[in-house]
């Protein structure tokens, strides 16, 4: 399996926190680059974090100090903890990284909406 799955989205309070989870299978997190973007309705999608095999992170502006990624390499898992959610967070937050061939691998995404 190549596919990552992501999971964790949901409807939750301006100010709330939220973790998402992307998960696989077979080891395919071992050793690659893993990002998380988001798409909100009618924008374009956007980089949100990324990190590195050795733990390296760069976050976009909009969410640094707020977002933290992670990985759990023995459990094939990446997290994207996010605290201080604000409206503009709302979208399908989605986890790709980068496999054989300089392909980037994609999940399905999971909606993630803030709202009062």
């Known amino acids: 399996q190549v596919q990552p799955v992501e999971s964790g989205g949901d409807l939750v309070q301006p100010g709330g926190s939220l973790r998402l989870s992307c998960a696989a299978s077979?080891?395919?997190?071992?050793?690659?680059?893993i990002r998380w973007y988001r798409q909100a309705p009618g924008k374009e999608r956007e980089f949100v974090a990324i990190?590195?095999?050795?733990?390296?992170?760069n976050y976009a502006d909009s969410v640094k100090g707020r977002f933290t990624i992670s990985r759990d390499n023995a459990k094939n898992m990446v997290y994207l903890q996010m605290n201080s959610l604000k409206p503009e967070d709302t979208a399908v937050y989605y986890c790709?990284?980068?496999?054989?061939?300089?392909?980037?691998?994609w999940g399905k995404g999971t909606p993630v909406t803030v709202s009062s």
């Open positions: 077979g080891s395919i997190f071992s050793n690659k680059i």
């Open positions: 790709n990284y980068l496999g054989p061939r300089d392909i980037w691998y």
């Open positions: 990190i590195t095999n050795s733990g390296s992170t």
